[in-house]
């Protein structure tokens, strides 16, 4: 075991510890949402789809981070305009996916570059994050955090009762497109931390697990920010203590850990009860 | 004098060539109550969009509490028909409430607290106080739907818009929501249009019932429009109106088996248990 400390004094540690708090509270805030408006199949297509842009980035500017962010955008719009109605979006998702990624892997071909740049985004890079990194992502999450503050109540009322909604004057399908774009620059920057293929873990299984904790709105974003920074945080520092682990296993299991303990908890208390009402 | 809450002159609406009603005029006064009945397809909550200013009418005029209709108009409360939410929804039966105070405002997340006074307020005059702290999903159709009426008449609507807000529940239930709903129109003459394929549970509450057939209608009392005659004309086929004790049965419309109460009420029950 490695004194944590010392690791903490380096500026890649610092820079990565910077990046999973910042990722982790903007994917804890899109959680419960994510899972009101059942949007989980989302999150996987748009992460997957981050390598896709990092591809094209790498071949025309040589910038991978830059490329998987405007990708984001180009498959945010083709989500909203292919899926406006719930029931055809989780094919649509599938749709754009699959092209999306026969895409990635023909840009690849032609990059002669060194491609672990785009690949990285598969599995994450949370040890390579740069000073420019970090304050891009900064700015993301600023804009994540007070549009989703900005929005939170109409997008609420939008997400679990359209038809009402609708009636009271709420913009449901405007909401909808908006948030589309949250999500989609939310899951792509936390894509470079823990990886496309493990994204679901900071923004769907705090959130899910919150719900198992809490009815109260506000309560279970609340909860799904401080799993997802426990998950993110804790599993770095972990990571810094037992090197030979990537910390995206920790960030993994911590995250199961939490769901597997409320799913156990509500299942003890079978009388419907919940925790933190 | 005054402007009626509801006036609709001369009005159509044509849906992709097909006109659903057309040239109906209507005027409902204050705390009057008129059920709207029809067939499936006959443009029944087409009507209620087009008072909620989801759609606009084809031809003709409609004015709602005075004005054009508008979404989200504090005049205009509505009530949806119930609906499966999932059990770990995050919301709880007071949040869905409170997003009729404030669910439309941009801004900061949480609820003022004058708006979660009336929020409080609403909840406990339809006496839903015990289950509101539940999650939404774990609510029994008639507890939701007493939350719909909560939500609805939070902005003091001078116009109650309900659309099926009895589908699925069983009698006790329904009567229970039919009572908070004519207890609100006689306490503040809200005049309530209320849109259903059964009129026995209102039928004591119905001051006139606005029939749609196939691009036609009839309005009237119960006893005027709700005869054989008249329904025979309107269908353009025979139909028998039976009055059995203080019910009315429809016999022989395209959708009879929905009009005939006891039907209806077993599979109501039969939902339920």
Known sequence: ?????????????????????????????????????????????????????????????????????????????????????????????????????????????????????????LFGQIFGVSTRDVVVLSVIAALVVVVMAVIFRPLLFASVDPEVAQARGVRVGLLGFVFVYVLALTVTEAAQVVGTLLVLSLAVTPAATARQLSANPLRVTAIAVGLALLAADGGLILSFAFDSVKPTVFVTFISFGGYALARAYRWLRRDGRILLA | MSIDPIVLRDATLSVGGRSLWSRLCLDIAPGEFVAVLGPNGAGKTSLLRVLLGLQRLSEGSVLVAGQEPRRGSPAVGYVPQQKGFDGDLGIRGRDLVALGAGGHRYGRPWARAAERQRVEAAIEAVGAGSFADNPIGRLSGGEQQRLRIAQALLGDPSVLLCDEPLLSLDLNHQRGVVELIDRRRRSADTAVVFVTHEINPVLPLVDRVLYLVGGRWAVGTPAEVMTGERLSDLYGTVIDVLRVRDRVIVVGAADSATCEPGGADHLHEHAQS
């Open chain 1, 1 to 121: 075991m490695n004194d944590i400390g010392i690791y903490l004094q380096l500026p890649f540690a610092q820079h990565a510890l910077i990046a999973a708090t910042l990722i982790a509270v903007i994917s804890g805030l899109v959680g419960p949402f994510v899972a009101a408006r059942d949007m989980a199949f989302a999150v996987h297509g748009t992460a997957e789809l981050a390598f896709a842009g990092a591809a094209a980035g790498l071949l025309v500017a040589g910038d991978a981070v830059a490329g998987a962010l405007i990708g984001s955008l180009v498959v945010a719009t083709a989500i909203g305009v292919l899926g406006d109605r719930p029931r055809e979006r989780n094919s649509a998702i599938g749709v754009i996916l699959a092209v999306g990624l026969g895409l990635g892997v023909l840009l690849l071909s032609y990059y002669h570059g060194f491609a672990t740049a785009a690949t990285n985004i």
